[in-house]
């Protein structure tokens, strides 16, 4: 009998669907999508044809995280640096344009319930604060006309308002729930408000993570270490530069277009996959590269996503898959 629980995997094959039929489970929760491209047929000609058509046939739900976990300060590449036991983390490479900043002005007696109503609703987390805004006073005036309803001053005449300004920041994400919260607590019949997209990098989300070695491992030990950390069938890596490595950049799955990122920023070597023959070229002396293998850097995504769950959602439950989805094996 089938029963509300998930299979965590990093991906989705047909051995991983027969685990959730197996358990009874309802859900395969994987790190990477099965589907890259739209589906036309469904004939069972590959294996992610055939995956999909036995996940359907058992009413078993399929959810993708991928890019999402990627690119958090606390997701994937947080898991390979707490396995290498790097200290003072940040993302490699943040985003930009993905802040909005919203001001607003209110009369100064509706002033706190309306800055009240946008930290519920998600808005003035920075970092490790929350409720951060600016508030400011001054004055503000219009004219209502014969169709309008003031909350205060007179139709027809111009009205002199003291007013408040107030300004927070939000993720993109968050600016629809932020406005809906502005305009059902601000009095006024037309709220007035700006959405301004800032340019500011935001530092918990983006690309890759950098961090330092409490102590400085001399070059070949610390690729050893590397290969035993991440359970690494081999480590490819290009010529060393220097005797010892003190500073790490790194990037679970295919993370080549970090590289430069890495070498801007002073890390010793780079810690990711995927990398082409011609790409470890481009270390040019400056860096080292290391290309552990697609699954080795993100095999530990399971444990992420298993733990996190059993914090969000105790009583659901869950099962850390079986079956090892590499395809690659090595000698």
Known sequence: ?????????LDCTEAVVDEAIELG??????????VFSGLKRFTGRNYVERTIIKA????IAIISIHTNLDNVLHGVNAQIAEKLGLINCSILDPIKEKLFKIVTFVPHTHAQDVLNAMFASGAGNIGNYSECGFVSEGTGSFKPNEK???HTGQKGLRHVETETKL??????WLVENVKKALFEAHPY???????????????????????????????SEFLSFLKDKMNAGCVKYTAPISKSISKVALCGGSGSFLLDKAIQKGADIFISSDFKYHQFFDADGRIIIADIGHFETEQFTIDLLSAWFAEKFPIFATHKTGVVTNPINYL
């Not at 300004?167 to 993109?172: G, L, N």
């Not at 330092?212 to 001399?218: D, G, I, K």
């Open 1 to 9: 009998m089938k029963s509300n629980g998930a299979v965590i995997s």
């Open 25 to 34: 489970f309802n859900t395969i929760i994987a790190h990477h999508p099965i």
């Open 56 to 59: 359907i046939k058992h009413d």
């Open 148 to 150: 309008s309803n003031p």
């Open 167 to 172: 300004e927070v920041i939000c993720p993109k």
């Open 189 to 219: 019949e037309e709220v007035p408000y700006e959405i301004i997209v800032l340019d500011n990098k935001w530092e918990e989300i983006g690309a890759g993570m950098i961090g330092e070695l409490s102590t400085a491992m001399e070059t």
